[in-house]
């Protein structure tokens, strides 16, 4: 059975950093696509970045720059690394996986970041 | 690409035919997907690439649509249909989602 367990969550000050986990089993994190969703209190989804299979990642313009996305192949463990926060990046955090060819199918039960002085 | 949703609440009672709309700015062929999200849980993937059921879920929904209008059709509502459903494009990155369309019991 796929699972995804985030963790890491909690309350960082402006300008903070904070590595968000999403621990996966049931698959390998190597073998598909991994993906970060957020969603502000309130409000709808938001995609944030995505690593291949291969290695690729891609983010969206909002976090370009300050985040990072990255996997331990040897903990089957995908990191979003978030540096510089800002009040608006307070969400919740979603880790997602999927296939080539697939929209996110498989949600982890997320993780709320909260960026407040 | 942007995604809009309408409308943005759908009031209903059980039984009923839900009717939502998305439509996509630009053209994304059929790479859409719709998600089920209630209070409190993880998003719940019920349609991708406009119109295939995703694994579990019940005949009753169904897609349609390609290029910008898309729809997801619910054929009864049953009670626990009702919650904020999101359509998202996989045709590029960023995946961009709508702003999602809340279905109530009236």
């Known amino acids: 059975e796929v699972q995804l367990v985030e963790s890491g969550g909690g309350l960082v000050q402006p300008g903070g950093s904070l590595r968000l986990s999403c621990a996966a089993s049931?698959?390998?994190?190597?073998?598909?696509?991994m993906s970060w969703v957020r969603q502000a209190p309130g409000k709808g989804l938001e995609w944030v970045s995505v690593?291949?299979?291969?290695?690729?990642?891609y983010y969206a313009d909002s976090v370009k720059g300050r985040f990072t996305i990255s996997r331990d192949i040897s903990k089957n463990t995908v990191y979003l690394q978030m540096n510089s926060l800002r009040a608006e990046d307070t969400a919740v955090y979603y880790c997602?996986?999927?296939?080539?060819?697939?929209?996110?199918?498989?949600w982890g039960q997320g993780t709320l970041i909260t960026v407040s002085s | 690409i942007v995604l809009t949703q309408s409308p943005a609440t759908l009031s209903l009672s059980p039984g009923e035919r839900a009717t939502l709309s998305c439509r996509a700015s630009?053209?994304?062929?059929?790479?859409l997907a719709w998600y089920q999200q209630k209070p409190g849980q993880a998003p719940r993937l019920v349609i991708y690439?406009?119109?295939n059921r995703a694994t579990g879920i019940p005949a009753r929904f169904s897609g349609s649509g390609s290029g910008t209008d898309f729809t997801l059709t619910i054929s009864s509502l049953e009670p626990e249909d009702f919650a904020v459903y999101y359509c998202?494009?996989?045709?590029?990155?960023?995946?961009?989602f709508g702003q999602g369309t809340k279905v109530e019991i009236k």
């Open positions: 998202q494009q996989r045709y590029n990155w960023p995946r961009t």
């Open positions: 630009p053209s994304i062929s059929t790479y």
């Open positions: 690439d406009a119109s």
């Open positions: 049931g698959f390998t994190v190597s073998s598909t696509y």
């Open positions: 690593i291949y299979s291969g290695g690729t990642t």
């Open positions: 997602a996986s999927f296939d080539s060819g697939f929209p996110e199918t498989n």
